[in-house]
């Protein structure tokens, strides 16, 4: 892990699903992510629409946040983030108004952790895709495609 020694933030407690859905499932060794905010232990650091009530700043971190709540749910599922083989795919969903074109810059937030725990095995194809609305007036969710390490 953290083939490139940058610096590496540590995994919020593994989230709970808000609703009736399962954080993560493996299909021939491929674990795939539901949706995950910022929220930590049901409290979102931030609240509201990328440009406009929210700096992309604040929006990048917002989606730091998400992805390691993303990495939590696969460690809790693969049985530690060692197992991971790489990070496939991801696709971030970023709460912007109308006339909001940064996606990509909020979305990188996301794609430096990758990176700064799986090196270049943590750098997905991505999707960076804006939103009217997102649960509990969410920023940033984010969902990542992953291959599992044989056992």
Excluded: W
Excluded at 1 to 11: C, G, I, P, Q, Y
Excluded at 67 to 83: E, F, I, K, P, T
């Amino acid at each position: 892990m953290n083939e490139n020694k940058t610096s590496v933030r540590a995994l919020p407690p593994t989230p709970q699903p808000a609703g009736n859905y399962v954080p993560v499932r493996e299909a021939h060794g491929v674990l795939y992510t539901a949706g995950h905010t910022s929220a930590v232990q049901g409290m979102l650091e931030h609240r509201g629409r990328v440009g406009q009530d929210l700096t992309v700043e604040e929006g990048r971190s917002a989606a730091a946040t998400a992805v390691l709540n993303c990495l939590a749910s696969l460690a809790a599922q693969a049985g530690g983030l060692d197992r991971i083989e790489e990070i496939v795919s991801m696709t971030g969903y970023v709460c912007a108004g109308s006339d909001f074109t940064e996606h990509p810059r909020v979305m990188d937030g996301a794609s430096e952790v990758l990176v700064s725990y799986f090196g270049d095995r943590g750098r997905p194809v991505r999707a960076a895709v804006g939103v009217s609305s997102l649960p509990d007036g969410a920023p940033v969710e984010i969902s990542l495609l992953a291959t599992i390490r044989s056992a």
